[in-house]
């Protein structure tokens, strides 16, 4: 059972930055999906970014302001977070998908943006 530890959440100004930051109890590879997802007060989760290899994938709403990234040496995958809104306020959470026969599917426990003024 791999655990996601996330941290790097808080209160930002608009216009701030954050990055979050992901730890696996486990050796990831670069083959293993890792994705960032957010869930607002009363909204469906909903992906924000996502990395396989060196492949990434982003919302539109964030496109050019987040930044996912990976070290695998260090078991890591990275959100910055650029440019904040207020409607980017949500516990983010951290994802990973192991491939095989039967995908595996592991999530952190997430950690609260919010930005205000």
């Known amino acids: 059972q791999v655990q996601l530890v996330e941290s790097g959440g808080g209160l930002v100004q608009p216009g701030g930055s954050l990055r979050l930051s992901c730890v696996a109890s486990?050796?990831?590879?670069?083959?293993?999906?890792m994705a960032w997802y957010r869930q607002a007060p009363g909204k469906q989760r909903e992906l924000v970014a996502r990395i396989t290899g060196g492949t990434t994938n982003y919302e539109d709403s964030v496109k050019g302001r987040f930044t996912i990234s990976r070290d695998n040496a260090k078991n890591t995958v990275y959100l910055q977070m650029n440019s904040l809104k207020p409607e980017d306020t949500a516990v983010y959470y951290c994802?990973?998908?192991?491939?095989?026969?039967?995908?595996?599917?592991?999530w952190g426990q997430g950690t609260q943006v919010t930005v205000s003024s």
């Open positions: 486990e050796k990831i590879f670069s083959l293993y999906v």
């Open positions: 994802n990973l998908k192991i491939p095989g026969q039967t995908w595996s599917d592991y």
